[in-house]
């Protein structure tokens, strides 16, 4: 297939995740531009969360950067009730405030995430708002792990 030159390829056991950066697009350390997932997987969508903690209260009320690490915690539990983790990530959509500064949650989405020679596919956008005034960050994900015993 042509993507095999395209892109940098990671054994999932029996399926393979592949990370597609092609001539002609832009190329960003923060994200893949395209993510190939084939074989035998379990593909795993965490739904959009919010900077709340266990009991449903606010962390970090007014501060980006505070929201985004408790909404990063969030994003780990529910992977690692699915048998995932952060590694295993390999779509974003981040949803930011307009008007909020990006800096403060870049930076504590990078201390969270890190660096990753393979990064996912990312999709960053402001809203003017989300579920709640006090939200300023959401964030969902798509994680894919090798599928066990064939289910």
Known sequence: MRWEKMGDEQD???GLVQ???PEGLSKNPAFSQA???TGPAKTIYVGGQDAVD???NI????DVGLQTEQVLKNIQTALAAAGADLADVV???VYVVAGQPLQPG???FMRGWGRRPNPPAITMAFVSGLARPEYLVEIDAVAVVEEQGGR
């Open 12 to 14: 999932m056991g029996r």
């Open 59 to 62: 962390v970090g009320e007014g």
């Open 91 to 93: 779509k974003w959509n």
């Open 19 to 21: 990370h597609i950066n």
């Open 106 to 108: 870049f930076e504590a």
């Open 54 to 56: 266990g009991s449903g």
């Open 35 to 37: 993510v190939v997932v």
